[in-house]
């Protein structure tokens, strides 16, 4: 089993920045993929980030340039940066483990205003 625990959301104007944080219960390392997807009212989730085990990362189109994913495996993180915020990027973004299964951290709200 994985515990996720995300922090770091919060509000923020257009154009700034935040980094989230997704601290995981168990070694990273021994972690197939991890993720971070959000979700906007009325949309469905989506992969936003991810990076592998071995550290191949990929980013949806519409945050390549602007956000990172990153991992501190000595402390079972990974993070989101993200810069140049956008109005649409406001969401609930959520932290995802693969291993064995599928699991999701509790979830942060990121709130960009215009």
């Known amino acids: 089993q994985v515990q996720l625990v995300e922090s770091g959301g919060g509000l923020v104007q257009a154009g700034g920045s935040l980094r989230l944080s997704c601290a995981a219960s168990?070694?990273?390392?021994?972690?197939?993929?991890m993720g971070w997807y959000r979700q906007a009212p009325g949309k469905q989730r989506e992969l936003v980030a991810g990076i592998t085990s071995r550290g191949t990362t990929n980013y949806a189109d519409s945050v390549k340039g602007r956000f990172t994913i990153s991992r501190d495996n000595a402390k079972n993180t990974v993070y989101l940066q993200m810069n140049s915020l956008k109005p649409e990027d406001t969401a609930v973004y959520y932290c995802n483990a693969v291993y064995l299964s599928y699991y999701w951290g509790q979830g942060t709200q990121v709130t960009v205003s215009s």
């Open positions: 168990r070694s990273i390392l021994s972690i197939n993929f």
